[in-house]
């Protein structure tokens, strides 16, 4: 069974800062590409970083030089740390493990977990 845990969600105040977890199990961990998404109430799921099987990274532009995305592979972890905080940062925030393979998907999501800015 897949299952991918988010945790360090919580409140904080505007120019700080909050740390993202998410543990995977029952998956080929190091071959999976992984994603952090969020949702904000009224507005469409948004990506926000990725991270590739090999490390690359890619990050929207409204988080560029404040997020960093990284993944452990050996405790099946990948991490968003996210800086300098703005209330439109405000969303509920899913871990996301995708997978293409031979025109077969694998796509899987965590619960969510909310993340408020707010002084």
């Known amino acids: 069974q897949v299952q991918l845990v988010e945790s360090g969600g919580g409140l904080v105040q505007p120019g700080g800062s909050l740390g993202l977890s998410c543990a995977a199990s029952g998956i080929i961990f190091s071959i999976f590409g992984l994603n952090w998404y969020r949702q904000a109430p009224g507005k469409q799921r948004e990506l926000v970083a990725a991270i590739t099987s090999g490390g690359s990274t890619n990050y929207a532009d409204s988080v560029k030089g404040r997020f960093t995305i990284s993944r452990d592979n050996i405790k099946k972890m990948v991490y968003l740390q996210m800086n300098s905080l703005k209330p439109e940062d405000t969303a509920v925030y899913y871990c996301?493990?995708?997978?293409?393979?031979?025109?077969?998907?694998?796509?899987?999501w965590g619960q969510g977990t909310q993340v408020t800015v707010s002084s």
């Open positions: 996301n493990a995708y997978r293409q393979r031979l025109g077969a998907e694998l796509d899987y």
